[in-house]
């Protein structure tokens, strides 16, 4: 291996741009050249490509976001669009390239890998967590850390005013933001897609938490719950069958992927593309790394997109004993 590229796929999220500094700085160590490629399969498609040494990722460590922009891209899904991607990689000598992202452009990846037996590996980024072969992705303990501190602070307001806030998160079809802020700022209730509360017990629920003496309630509801309602439609219901509470609706939206990695993605970045690199030297490709009992790991792409991340239903009977 010669020439690496690196490049971010996908939504954005935070410790992106330090794997893409890991990703460089293994190279330089090891004299491979790096070149960033922009606006993920698009940017290959196009040939968007820009050398990288050592010193171009400096000052990122720190940055939300991605300095090589991502995207989703519909022709890299088409056979031509992968032959075009292919050619330009040819022409610029890349011979292995690394991809941050999520599934969608691990299917990309190991898709290009079979018809091109091109190198590939691939590092998890995405606030979802949603992806098997790693405990935790890229972006996701910064995303709950964000979580927290603004449900910290609607809970002001709940508390001031008597109020029940339902607060939607984001975890496309998955609970494991929803699950974790949830316990980590003491909602009453957590509603989550693995987990049909159902309404009537999430009426109870409610009705519970008033009797017991509580003055405001927070209920955390994941973007990808199946109750059955919105959260508009929850707050209209909650309206119409219990009168005690005064119920207000806040949708965290897009704020949740941006801002500084914390400390545990910058140094979970830096592991996994250090990982990522040394793996391609040694000859591995089509895996994913990944961080399994504090030890970084490759797992199969095949497995990694098949795969299904679970839900740690323990963090569902510690909210029910800590919200008695
Ligand atoms: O995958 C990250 C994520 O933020 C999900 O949590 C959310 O469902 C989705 O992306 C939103 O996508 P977009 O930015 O395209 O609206």
Redesign the pocket.
Known sequence: IKRVGVMTS??D?PGMNAAIRSVVRTCAFHNIECFGIYRGYEGMIDGDFVKMDARSVKGIIDKGGTILKSA?SEEFRTKEGRQKAYDQLKKADIDAFVVIG?DGSFTGAMIFNQEFNFPVMGIPG???N?IFGTTHTLGFDTALNTVVQVIDKIRDTASSHNRLFFIEV???DVGH?ALNVGVGAGAEEILIPEEDLGLDRLLDSLRRSKQSGKSSSIVVVA??DKIGKNVFELKDYVDQNLSEYEVRVSVLG?M??GGSPSCFDRVLASRMGVKAVESLITGKSNYMVGLKNDIMELTPFDQAVKGKSKINMELLRVSDIMTI
Do not use: F, P, Y
């Open positions: 996908g939504g999220s989703r999520g995405t606030i979802d949603d984001m975890g496309r933001i973007e990808g897009h949740q992927r």
